[in-house]
């Protein structure tokens, strides 16, 4: 696959190094730190891309924290990064009302899903124990997601397991597709966005 240069920022990819250097353990990520760099200074050369792609599916490190601190790497390592078609021409419906999702189970409590601005902001309530707060980069997620058994699974776009599993169907499927349909609209435009893609 032949690399378009101007579909990769060698900026936004030092910026990337910064926020893993920040937040995380920088000897753990050593490897992707050196590909990284690599590949900021010559982002024409494909080989780089493809060195820096090895060394992330090889790390110890899980990647749903890399990416959530340096979500550009996800953007260089998604199945068409480069992809320079323009994108087709459809009218803004904005995502459905219901931006929100509360699934309750006997045994694993209450778990909300909520979209906030370029994040899925999920609250998990377990019986006896202290709330859980996660978030979701909408940039990272795949707006295609899979069914598993009763869940449905919101995969990152270089799939490293689900980020975000949702019971099928539940609390009704009228509120569950709505809030479904609005992740993927979402994702969708915050990935284009993210990556300079109008």
Do not use: W
Request: proline share 7%; hydrophobic share 40%.
């Amino acid at each position: 696959m032949a690399i378009n240069s101007s579909h990769i920022d060698p900026v936004r990819i030092q910026e990337s190094i910064g926020f893993l250097k920040a937040y995380l353990n920088e000897q753990d990520l050593a490897p992707l730190i050196t590909a990284l760099e690599a590949l900021s200074e010559n982002v024409e050369d494909e080989s780089r891309l493809a060195q820096l792609s090895d060394v992330f599916n090889q790390l110890s490190v899980p990647q749903g924290a890399i990416l959530t601190y340096a979500p550009y790497i996800g953007v260089l390592l998604s199945d068409d990064p480069l992809d320079t078609a323009p994108a087709e021409t459809t009218t803004d419906t904005s995502a459905p009302a219901a931006i929100k999702l509360v699934q309750k189970h006997p045994l694993k409590g209450t778990h909300e899903y909520e979209i906030v601005d370029d994040a899925i902001v999920m609250r998990i309530k377990k019986p006896f124990r202290e709330e859980v707060v996660q978030h979701v980069m909408l940039t990272i997620l795949n707006p295609e997601p899979e069914i598993n058994g009763n869940m449905l699974d919101f995969h990152s776009r270089v799939k490293c397991g689900p980020l975000i599993s949702l019971y099928l169907n539940k609390p009704n499927p009228e509120e569950f597709n709505a809030f479904v349909d609005a992740v993927k609209q979402k994702a969708l435009k915050e990935f284009k966005s993210f990556a300079g893609i109008k």
